[in-house]
């Protein structure tokens, strides 16, 4: 993991800081990091879970089996996995 801090959320920022890097990003989903090149961007599961369950919320939460509820749903149990898993050491030579 890698952090850097800037005073202003202008895209410069991170297309400088990250300048020469390739591989992958994982971010939220600021548009400034559209500027950096060679990377392949990934999204993050905490940020996926907050729309999903604002949607269940705009919505009233009327809808038993809706789509955003299944998917807020599949979030839950794979944040519960990795809770199970945090402690766990990956296998030799992995």
């Not at 952090?3 to 991170?14: A, V, W």
Request: with cysteine.
């Amino acid at each position: 993991m890698l952090y850097d801090y800037q005073p202003s959320r202008q895209s410069c920022h991170p297309h400088e800081f990250l300048r020469g890097f390739t591989g992958f990003l994982q971010t939220d989903g600021y548009s400034g990091y559209d500027q950096v090149e060679n990377v392949t961007r990934l999204g993050c599961w905490s940020h996926a879970r907050r729309g999903l369950d604002e949607a269940i919320k705009a919505s009233g939460g009327k809808e038993k089996h809706s789509k955003a509820k299944e998917g807020l749903e599949f979030c839950n149990q794979l944040f519960h996995l990795e809770r199970k898993w945090k402690d766990l050491n990956p296998p030799v030579g992995f």
